[in-house]
């Protein structure tokens, strides 16, 4: 009761089923949301305050993209009196994708496809894309910091390594930029 407004953004395959139970659970209380789902899945879920994006694993896309851009101008009008709630899921590395300045989507997917063709591990794979992105490695939770975010994280990564889950888009980043350097020599890319 202490916030005046709940928004609820995030992304990833059980994102759906998650934005349901949190809907279900704080109903009218959510001023709005946007979460980016595996394209096709949408309309599996029955949502009215929380908007289910349909984007596309595991290599992103341009819909992911959209998504993460309206989450984005959801995070620039929250205030300290707000909450936002961050839902993250196992394939939110592709589906949240959103390019760092000078980085194009294509690039993103470049890297992906070459990555996943080489056999790259997903430690290794999202150490980079955390280098490629604007909102990975904890840049989301910077965006946000001025209101009061939770975020609940369902890991599908053996550890439960925060910013290796969706490659943390709230969790602080324990790679480098040289790490990211690494991983592409080392694959010849």
């Known amino acids: 009761d202490r916030f005046e407004g709940i928004y609820v953004i995030g992304g990833g395959k059980a994102c759906g089923a998650m934005a349901e139970a949190v809907e279900e659970f704080l109903r009218d209380r959510i001023s709005s949301g946007t979460v980016n789902v ?3 899945t949408e309309s599996r879920h029955d949502l009215t305050r929380i908007s289910l994006n349909g984007a596309s694993h595991p290599i992103p896309s341009v819909n992911g993209v959209a998504g ?34 000078g980085v194009s989507l294509a690039d993103i ?33 910077q965006r946000s910091q001025r209101a009061t975010v939770i975020s609940l994280i369902l890991s599908d990564v053996v550890g439960d390594l925060l910013d290796t889950i969706a490659s943390g888009p709230t969790a602080p980043d324990e790679t480098t930029f040289r790490d990211a350097r690494a991983v592409l020599e080392r694959f010849g890319l």
């Open 109 to 141: 997917q470049d890297v992906t496809q070459k990555l996943l063709m080489s056999g790259a591990t997903i430690g290794e794979l999202n150490a980079v894309r955390k280098h490629l992105s604007a909102v990975k490695g904890g840049q989301l939770a």
């Open 38 to 40: 595996l394209k096709g």
């Open 68 to 101: 993460v851009q309206r989450m984005m101008e959801t995070l620039d009008n929250v205030g300290a009196s707000d909450l936002v709630i961050v839902l993250i899921s196992g394939g939110g590395s592709s589906l949240l994708a959103y390019p760092a300045e």
